[in-house]
């Protein structure tokens, strides 16, 4: 659980910050931040929870991109309705993130196997 929580405070952080910068500071549309944002860290989390948490020799990158991929087109819908009252992508992305990560633990852990 160490490494799991290690490896997404690092997706954390730079989800956070990729946000921050594509959708707060250059004021591009919540939707392409997203799926941008969501793009990188799909890449970047089967890499970190393959060799960092899971050890794992399995190739199970299109089970990793289905079940992110569905986790966060949820999450882009819980998201979008927070930045309607919030105004800030990254403060609603944080909120959501936290919410679903529990969720993403359980399913990663079962395709890592």
Do not use: C, P, W
Request: charged share 10%; no cysteine.
């Amino acid at each position: 659980m160490t490494r799991y929580l290690q490896v997404n405070s690092f997706n954390f952080i730079t989800r956070i910050f990729y946000t921050f910068l594509l959708g707060d500071l250059i004021g591009l549309d919540i939707f392409f931040t997203f799926y941008a944002v969501l793009l990188v860290n799909i890449v970047q989390g089967y890499l970190l929870h393959k060799k960092i948490t899971f050890n794992s020799k399995n190739k199970v990158f299109i089970k990793y991109t289905l079940i992110t991929g569905l986790l966060g087109i949820v999450e882009s819908l819980f998201i979008e309705s927070l930045y309607q009252n919030l105004n800030y992508q990254f403060l609603a992305t944080l909120i959501t993130s936290l919410i679903v990560f529990i969720f993403r633990f359980l399913f990663l852990r079962n395709i890592f196997k």
